[in-house]
């Protein structure tokens, strides 16, 4: 494939979803996928028959929330790994120190850069939305689909 060809792919977008996370209620997708960026929407600890997983810990649903992204990723060819973004959402910015001891083993080192907002949430204490960058975590660049040279 050459570079024009991957370009014109980069200008499409397309709806992502998984059969192993919660279904969208409204007028959105669960991630869009444009070229090799993908744009992941809030994500909170819903099961995938919309129960609330560990309903008033933030811990129990801080992981849930992650491992639909995980999921989610992994299901369109990504990983975690690929993360470069993500904004939280917390009901009480109290719950900060609680909501990074389950966040932080989902991750590593360099974290995704991240944003923090204490809001109101509708009965659940969390919500995730991400960005990531397919092939990131491999290494490979985005235009060309060859690994990344460092020279």
């Known amino acids: 494939m050459d570079i024009r060809q991957k370009r014109s792919e980069i200008s499409m977008k397309q709806g992502l979803t998984s059969d192993r996370i919660p279904p969208v209620f409204g007028p959105y997708c669960s991630a869009v996928a444009v070229g090799d960026m993908i744009f992941i929407s809030g994500n909170a600890g819903f099961d995938k028959n919309q129960r609330l997983v560990g309903g008033g810990d933030v811990k129990e649903e801080t992981r ?33 120190n609680d909501f990074n001891e389950a966040y932080a083993p989902f991750f590593k080192e360099p974290y995704p850069a991240r944003t923090c907002v204490g809001c109101q949430l509708n009965g659940f204490l969390v919500e995730l939305e991400c960005t990531a960058v397919r092939g990131r975590a491999a290494g490979l660049d985005s235009l060309t689909g060859r690994e990344k040279r460092n020279d």
């Open 64 to 96: 849930q929330a992650l491992e639909n992204i995980k999921m989610l990723l992994e299901d369109n060819g990504a990983c975690l790994d690929d993360i470069v973004r993500t904004t939280v959402y917390l009901s009480d910015i109290a719950l900060w």
